[in-house]
T-cell receptor
Framework: GQNIDQPTEMTATEGAIVQINCTYQ??????LFWYQQHAGEAPTFLSY????GLEEKGRFSSFLSRSKGYSYLLLKELQMKDSASYLC???????????FGQGTELSVKP | ETGVTQTPRHLVMGMTNKKSLKCEQH?????MYWYKQSAKKPLELMFV???????ENNSVPSRFSPECPNSSHLFLHLHTLQPEDSALYLC???????????????FGPGTRLTVL
C-alpha cells in the first residue's frame, strides 16, 4: 500500500523558520514533490527531490532521505504570504502518478 | 497564471441535474488529470488521460464521466451526484505521464462544486 503522513496544521511567526515534515511508505518510490496551495487557488510547484540531500531554492529548501522514507520542507524568513497549505506528493517507478498527503495548513502570525 | 484554466469556478447543482466541468491547458502537454479535493483529505486522483486515451480510472463512480476530445481539453460530465460529491475538482496537466520520473503537474484553479 501507499501512505503519506504530514501534520495537519502548523503555526509560525513572521520572520521565523518552519520545518514541515512528510513521511511516506510506498512501493517503488521514485521522487517526491512539494506543492503550495493558497486557499481557493491552484497548487503550485515548489520543489522536487529524487536523490538524498537538501535542495535549496531561495527561502525554501527541501530535504529527502530515501532510506528513512522522510522529507521536509524548510521555509526561512517567513512572510505573511507564506500562509497556505503545503502538499507532499510522491511518484512511483514506471509512471508519473502523484500520490498526495493530506497537506499541512501553515498559518504565519505577525 | 499556470496555463491551466477551469470553468466554471463555482457550481451548485441538485442531485438530478446534469452538468459538465471544463479544463483547458495552454502548455502543449500530453497528459491531463482530474483530482477531487475534499476538506481535510488528500488530493484524490480520479482519471488520467495520456495522448487523449484514458490510462487510469481510480474506481470512480459512473456518475462521473470524463471526456478528452484533444490533448488541450478535458471535461468531467456529472450526472445524479450525491451531496458527498461536494468538493473542489482540480484539473492538471503534465508533459509526460508514463515512464518519466520527473512529472511536474500544473494545476488549474479548480471548480468548487456543491451538490444539494
Amino acid at each position: 500500500g501507499q501512505n503519506i503522513d504530514q501534520p495537519t496544521e502548523m503555526t509560525a511567526t513572521e520572520g521565523a523558520i518552519v520545518q514541515i515534515n512528510c513521511t511516506y511508505q510506498t512501493s517503488g518510490f521514485n521522487g517526491l514533490f512539494w506543492y503550495q496551495q493558497h486557499a481557493g487557488e491552484a497548487p503550485t510547484f515548489l520543489s522536487y527531490n529524487v536523490l538524498d540531500g537538501l535542495e535549496e531554492k531561495g527561502r525554501f529548501s527541501s530535504f529527502l532521505s530515501r532510506s528513512k522514507g522522510y522529507s521536509y520542507l524548510l521555509l526561512k524568513e517567513l512572510q505573511m504570504k507564506d500562509s497556505a497549505s503545503y502538499l507532499c506528493a510522491v511518484t512511483s517507478l514506471g509512471g508519473g502518478k502523484l500520490i498526495f498527503g493530506q497537506g499541512t495548513e501553515l498559518s504565519v502570525k505577525p | 497564471e499556470t496555463g491551466v484554466t477551469q470553468t466554471p469556478r463555482h457550481l451548485v447543482m441538485g442531485m438530478t441535474n446534469k452538468k459538465s466541468l471544463k479544463c483547458e491547458q495552454h502548455l502543449g502537454h500530453n497528459a491531463m488529470y482530474w483530482y477531487k479535493q475534499s476538506a481535510k483529505k488528500p488530493l484524490e486522483l480520479m482519471f488520467v488521460y495520456s495522448l487523449e486515451e484514458r490510462v487510469e480510472n481510480n474506481s470512480v463512480p459512473s456518475r462521473f464521466s470524463p471526456e478528452c476530445p484533444n490533448s488541450s481539453h478535458l471535461f468531467l460530465h456529472l450526472h445524479t451526484l450525491q451531496p458527498e460529491d461536494s468538493a473542489l475538482y482540480l484539473c492538471a496537466s503534465s508533459q509526460d505521464p508514463q515512464g518519466s520520473p520527473y512529472n511536474e503537474q500544473f494545476f488549474g484553479p479548480g471548480t468548487r462544486l456543491t451538490v444539494l
